[in-house]
T-cell receptor, first 116, second 116 residues
Framework: AQKVTQAQTEISVVEKEDVTLDCVYE???????LFWYKQPPSGELVFLIR??????QNEISGRYSWNFQKSTSSFNFTITASQVVDSAVYFC?????????????FGKGTKLSVKP | GAGVSQSPSNKVTEKGKDVELRCDPI?????LYWYRQSLGQGLEFLIY????????KSGLPSDRFSAERTGGSVSTLTIQRTQQEDSAVYLC??????????????FGSGTRLTVV
């Protein structure tokens, strides 16, 4: 069965600290896609990254970086030098490639609070 | 349109009344998805459309929920005889196509439904 687990419900850090949000997924498909979304207090889901199962290269985008490890079925997200504007709920999600519908399976989300 | 548009943005309704939620996807996107975000429950997949067809309705929480899509564009999610547990944010997303590869998703801002 497909499943996404975000074990951290809430994380609180002080500005400029680094923080890592964990994501563990389960799927039987060999082709799948992993996503991270940010949901600020305004409620809109903001796309951050999409990664397919054949690309295990880590990715860095400014202060954001992602560590994809198929061996541990994890797709962790690190924010370096966190800022107050990073405060939001972050969702990890999975889409299986061979299924016909392509819907996203979301984790429960991690609420990140960055304090000044 | 430029983005996914949902209306209304907020809806307060009395228990037992019917409501209709509308989603206008990005022009040219053939796949459309409905999700529900309840407080503390994460994002739950409800139904998807490929064109006007909804192959899998098993995600709908009860037979009070139905959805349709006409002209391969606008979709309406209808909840009949609303209950308090239906209170949630209903999110719509569209994608270029469903299945066979993954083209990413664009989310609307959601409709916040409150049943009193």
């Amino acid at each position: 069965a497909q499943k996404v687990t975000q074990a951290q419900t809430e994380i609180s850090v002080v500005e400029k600290e680094d923080v890592t949000l964990d994501c563990v997924y389960e799927t039987r498909d060999t082709t799948y896609y992993l996503f991270w979304y940010k949901q600020p207090p305004s409620g809109e889901l903001v796309f951050l990254i999409r990664r397919n199962s054949f690309d295990e290269q880590n990715e860095i985008s400014g202060r954001y970086s992602w560590n994809f490890q198929k061996s541990t079925s994890s797709f962790n997200f690190t924010i370096t030098a966190s800022q107050v504007v990073d405060s939001a709920v972050y969702f990890c999600a999975l889409s299986e490639g061979r299924r016909s519908q392509g819907n996203l399976i979301f984790g429960k989300g991690t609420k990140l609070s960055v304090k000044p | 349109g430029a983005g996914v548009s949902q209306s209304p943005s907020n809806k307060v309704t009395e228990k037992g009344k019917d409501v209709e939620l509308r989603c206008d996807p990005i022009s040219g996107h053939t796949a459309l998805y409905w999700y529900r975000q309840s407080l503390g429950q994460g994002l739950e997949f409800l139904i998807y459309f490929q064109g006007n067809s909804a192959p899998d309705k098993s995600g709908l929480p009860s037979d009070r929920f139905s959805a349709e899509r006409t002209g391969g564009s606008v979709s309406t999610l209808t909840i009949q005889r609303t209950q308090q547990e239906d209170s949630a944010v209903y999110l719509c997303a569209s994608s270029l196509n469903a299945g066979q590869g993954n083209y990413g998703y664009t989310f609307g801002s959601g409709t916040r439904l409150t049943v009193v």
